[in-house]
């Protein structure tokens, strides 16, 4: 079992910054690679980004692509999400989701920027 806890969503203002932390416990052995994703209610949920969990390689979606940063810290099983030049079309929940044996996903963490 890998258990994930979500934290650092908040109200920013556009162009402001926030930093989302998933850390990971349980069988976090198993992790092969970590993402985010987010969704605004009533649409579908949308990729922002993700990184292998022991080789390093990242990728993310062509909307945060320059403004975003997926890192990681293995010695705390923690993955992290800066957001810098946040937009209004950000504001969405962010999920954190983990693939090990199976896939698991955290808590959402509601991300709300104005204008």
């Known amino acids: 079992q890998v258990q994930l806890v979500v934290s650092g969503g908040g109200l920013v203002h556009a162009v402001g910054s926030l930093r989302l932390s998933c850390a990971s416990s349980g069988r976090t052995f198993s992790i092969v690679t970590m993402a985010w994703f987010r969704q605004v209610p009533g649409q579908g949920r949308e990729f922002v980004a993700a990184?292998?969990?022991?080789?390093?390689?990242?990728y993310y979606a062509d909307s945060v692509k320059g403004r975003f940063t997926i890192s990681r810290d293995n010695a705390k099983n923690t993955l992290y999400l800066q957001m810098n030049s946040l937009k209004p079309e950000d504001t969405a929940i962010y999920y954190c989701?983990?693939?090990?044996?199976?896939?698991?996903w955290g808590q959402g963490t509601q991300v709300a920027v104005s204008s």
């Open positions: 989701t983990i693939r090990a044996i199976d896939i698991y």
């Open positions: 990184s292998s969990w022991r080789y390093g390689p990242t």
